[in-house]
Structure formats: C-alpha cells, structure tokens
C-alpha cells in the first residue's frame, strides 16, 4: 500500500506495520473488531450489544449468499435499493458489489 501511495518507510516503520498487520498482534486488540452498524433503526438489532461478528473474531468467513441466514428479508431489500443508489450509475460496478470477483 505504501508503494501505491508513494509513501516511504524505513525499515523500522516497514518492520512495525507488518507487526502490527499481523494476527498476533489483532489479537491483543480483539475488542477493536467488534463492529457495529452505524445509526441502525432496525428493531431486531441492538447497536448497544449486537455486534457484526462474534467477539474476538477477527474475520469473517462467508461467502456469497451466506447474508440471507443473518439478515431478514426487509434488509436485504434495503441493502439491495443501497447498491443501487450507490452504484447503480455503474452495471459493472453494481455486479462487482453484488458479487465479487474482479474489477
């Protein structure tokens, strides 16, 4: 990333980001993964307590269609009109969103 952003690190601000990019260290800040969904007004979640992924999870191994088991029917309907709004100016990039894969 730093090449693309044309930043250069020594070798010891290198040395730190990959420490710090690494499960190891993830793992001693678990807590910072516990994400929430901000400014949610959906009655079956509770922003307070509910998080995305169970705590000290790190990643989330889904994939695609694995939201249909988490989410209701009346949310994915929103998230689909989100897509859309977003990036429905762009067929490609409205089925890379949807779907994955390159872009």
Known sequence: MANFYDV???QSELDT???RCGFPHMK?????????????????????NDAIMKR????????????K???TEEQIQRWSK??????GADSELLQWARNGGGF
């Open 8 to 10: 250069q690190l020594s």
């Open 69 to 71: 088991a988490t989410f």
């Open 17 to 19: 980001v990959v420490e």
């Open 28 to 48: 001693t800040i678990a807590h910072k993964f516990d994400y929430k969904i901000p400014f949610n007004n959906d009655a079956f979640f509770d922003n307070e």
């Open 56 to 67: 000290g999870t790190l990643v989330y191994k889904g994939g695609l269609g694995t939201h």
């Open 82 to 87: 989100a897509e859309e709004e977003e990036f």
